[in-house]
């Protein structure tokens, strides 16, 4: 009977507890145990993967890493939990981690159905073809009959099953289940075409026993837009990470990177002073320090510094700016005003 | 005299030599029929193939402390992804500097191992040292005590982890197995038919359906903000399937027991648990040596299944280092390597298995 009711007072605990978490919000949830949660991918070079130390870098972690600068003023206050495809949104959900950064494609059923948010995209990528010279073939409307490798469970499939069947053309799809092996059978001429997104697909190139011997076609067969999520209803959480994302871009228009972030500093122009907090107001409005975007730019760079270090042309992708790029260099980078 | 000259003959003549000796047996086993002797020459000629071929790919062309690019260049093995990544491979996201920590544990952890196969150890004593054992190793990964920094679980990967699923996997599933094999055998209905249901409902799903269950549907069940450990559910998932597995395993043991055997035992006056203990188990149990070994190697193997949701255990933390575009496509060699280790670990089991049955041998 004692038995029973302590059951009883640590069930109630327990709900009570819970509920008291579920009101407070993920800001002040990760304020209190003082690093952020973030799910990244883990197998993909570029955006989120360990290096030979176990240190994880890509573009996708250092936009964790701009929350947490823009949260703590320390962009090392994250953890990092490795997810599949299939479980990445499901760890959001239940809230085994605050926020999704693992190059997940923005569509409005993930939007709506699943009960998340997409904040500002950090990577427009797009769906692809590379083939060997060899075959002769200039366009992707030429394609028809060929087999073609491809990556089984994410929209990539379907994408270019859609492609194909809208072109009136047939194809014999070779299904691999990892990207390297995917690459490798290739590479060995299993296929005639590999499939995959764009930004994937100038890395696989790379390491080709002779990357002259292969080229990417011009045809981009779907919009990618990858952006990091968060879950729905937590408003205030949500501007955090969407303004962490577009602080960074804002950087790059204005012109300021790590390096001369603390020059800018003594900047006269009020929207820059604005911008780094050097005059008060964005940082209050988020529930922020006002520094929140001096320590980003400090402490991870501006977007065209961790494009360039992560996926940029002297990167093993090799990847050029193109959708990427600022919209005052013809790409789709806008940053709303800092004000 | 008549053994003088027996002695002679044998020394002058000698079977002819196409009978003896290395020929002798060649031609007795390899060519003794015209099916036999084309089969043989077909393996030799596809041995011919084979073995130059790998050899010089493994051992002549091959490039051994060398980078990604210039093994890109090279046409042979690249077993320089190994020693490039050996430490991320084998512990994961462990913090670089405190790697000497899992190793320690995992070496503690094979030389208890290894002292616990000599069945002289087996005491009281050889308990209190696995206890003291374990707290070491579970210090060493975790930390947070006398001065050595905390290390999350979460950043436990590579060997030690599969060494941890798999180690506790297994002892906790063989006792838990054993109680449900009882309990399949009980006379009272509603534990008789708890267990059933457990066993079956467990059999009828593959393991990786569980894992998912375990990572994916349970957190969603958890009330908003409570979480429960990535490794503690895929521990429990891969304890729970393998319980089911060798449950049946000992039921088999049990139903071969004799009826005697039971009957002896109640006339001796001895109660249920008693009987079960002193014996029926004992026997049982060693009958049942050999699938139990079979499920337990297995299972050991079924722990790289926690690839799908992403625990970086050992074959996770390869495939991890194999997307990286300075190693693509030399899967080949970092595979042939943790199936190296693999193979090292399921060999030794079934070895000892092998001499535990020899040990416990009593000609019944």
């Known amino acids: 009977m004692k038995f029973c009711k302590l059951c009883v007072v640590v069930v109630l605990v327990m709900v009570m507890a819970t509920a008291g978490m579920a009101v407070a919000g993920t800001l002040a949830d990760v304020k209190a145990k003082g690093f952020i949660q973030a799910g990244a991918n883990g197998d993909l070079f570029g955006f989120g993967k360990p290096d030979e130390k176990g240190v994880w870098r890509g573009l996708d972690v250092d936009t964790a890493r701009a929350v947490a600068a823009a949260v703590f003023g320390d962009a090392n206050k994250v953890k990092y939990t490795p997810l599949t495809a299939k479980t990445r949104f499901t760890a959001?959900?239940?809230?085994?981690?605050?926020?999704?950064t693992r190059n997940c494609t923005q569509t409005l059923g993930r939007d709506t159905d699943l009960g998340l948010d997409f904040v500002q995209v950090n990577y427009y990528d797009g769906q692809g073809f590379l083939i060997p010279k060899k075959l002769g073939v200039q366009s992707a409307k030429q394609l028809d009959g060929a087999t073609v490798c491809v990556l089984p469970g994410t929209t990539t499939e379907l994408n270019v099953a859609d492609y194909f069947r809208a072109n009136n053309m047939k194809m014999k799809p070779v299904v691999i289940e990892s990207t390297a092996e995917l690459a490798k059978a290739f590479f060995a001429g299993r296929c005639d075409v590999l499939t995959s997104d764009a930004s994937q697909l100038a890395g696989t190139r790379a390491v080709a026993p002779d990357p002259k011997a292969y080229v990417i076609l011009p045809e981009i067969i779907s919009k990618e837009p990858l952006a990091p999520v968060v879950r729905h209803g937590d408003n205030q959480w949500k501007d955090i990470v969407n303004y962490a994302v577009l602080a960074m871009i804002n950087a790059e228009e204005m012109g300021i990177t790590s390096k001369n972030v603390d020059k800018m500093l003594k900047s006269k122009d009020p929207k820059v002073q604005r911008f780094l907090g050097v005059s008060a107001g964005n940082g209050k409005a988020l529930?922020?320090?006002?520094?929140?975007?001096?320590?980003?730019?400090?402490?991870?760079?501006?977007?065209?510094?961790?494009?360039?270090?992560?996926?940029?042309?002297?990167?093993?992708?090799?990847?050029?700016?193109?959708?990427?790029?600022?919209?005052t260099n013809g790409g789709l980078m806008y940053s709303p005003p800092f004000k | 005299m008549s053994k003088a000259y027996s002695e002679k003959t044998e020394?002058?003549?000698?079977?002819?030599?196409?009978?003896?000796?290395?020929?002798g047996w060649i031609k007795a086993n390899l060519l003794n029929s015209w099916?036999?002797?084309?089969?043989?020459?077909?393996?030799?000629?596809?041995?011919?193939?084979?073995?130059?071929?790998?050899?010089?790919?493994?051992?002549?062309?091959?490039l051994w402390m060398s980078t990604g690019a210039e093994c890109h260049q090279a046409g042979g093995a690249c077993w320089s992804i190994i020693p490039a990544n050996l430490r991320f491979i084998l512990f994961g996201f462990f913090p670089y500097d405190l790697q000497w920590r899992p190793l320690v544990a995992m070496i503690l952890l094979v030389g208890l191992l290894f002292y616990s196969q000599n069945r002289n150890h087996w005491k009281k004593s050889l308990a209190y040292l696995w206890i003291f054992g374990l707290f070491i190793m579970g210090l060493l990964m975790k930390g947070g005590l006398f001065g050595l920094t905390s290390v999350e679980s979460a950043q436990w990967g590579g060997l030690p982890l599969t060494l941890i699923l798999s180690v506790f996997g297994l002892t906790a599933a063989y006792p838990l197995g054993v109680v449900l094999a009882l309990g399949r055998q009980s006379k009272?209905?509603?534990?008789?038919?708890?267990?059933?249901?457990?066993?079956?409902?467990?059999?009828?799903?593959?393991?990786?359906?569980?894992?998912?269950?375990?990572?994916?549907v349970f957190p969603l069940f958890l009330p908003e903000g409570i979480t429960v450990n990535k490794i503690v559910r895929a521990q429990a998932a891969i304890?729970?399937?393998?319980?089911?597995?060798?449950?049946?395993?000992?039921?088999?043991?049990?139903?071969?027991?004799?009826?005697?055997?039971?009957?002896?035992?109640?006339s001796l006056g001895l109660n249920y648990y008693q009987t079960m203990r002193l014996v029926i188990l004992p026997q049982a149990l060693k009958i049942v040596i050999p699938p139990t070994v079979s499920i337990l190697i297995s299972a050991f193997k079924d722990t790289s299944l926690v690839v799908i949701i992403a625990l970086y255990d050992l074959l996770k933390t390869t495939q991890s280092v194999l997307s990286d575009p300075e190693w693509m496509g030399f899967s080949s060699e970092a595979y042939l390597f943790i199936a190296l280790i693999y193979f090292v670990c399921c060999f030794a089991m079934s070895n000892y298995s092998r001499r535990l049955e020899r040990e416990l041998d009593t000609g019944h």
């Open chain 2, 239 to 266: 304890i729970l399937f393998t319980a089911a597995y060798i449950a049946e395993v000992v039921r088999g043991g049990l139903q071969g027991m004799s009826r005697g055997q039971y009957e002896a035992a109640e």
């Open chain 1, 287 to 327: 529930g922020l320090d006002e520094k929140f975007a001096y320590n980003i730019i400090k402490q991870v760079g501006n977007y065209g510094e961790i494009f360039e270090r992560n996926v940029g042309v002297n990167t093993p992708l090799g990847i050029e700016r193109g959708l990427n790029a600022l919209w």
């Open chain 2, 11 to 23: 020394e002058t003549i000698k079977p002819p030599l196409t009978s003896v000796g290395v020929i």
């Open chain 1, 92 to 100: 959001l959900q239940s809230g085994e981690i605050d926020v999704l």
């Open chain 2, 188 to 216: 009272m209905p509603a534990i008789k038919t708890i267990c059933v249901i457990y066993i079956e409902l467990i059999r009828g799903v593959p393991l990786i359906s569980l894992l998912f269950m375990s990572s994916v």
């Open chain 2, 35 to 62: 099916f036999n002797s084309l089969l043989t020459v077909a393996t030799l000629y596809l041995l011919l193939k084979i073995i130059p071929a790998f050899i010089r790919w493994a051992f002549v062309d091959s």
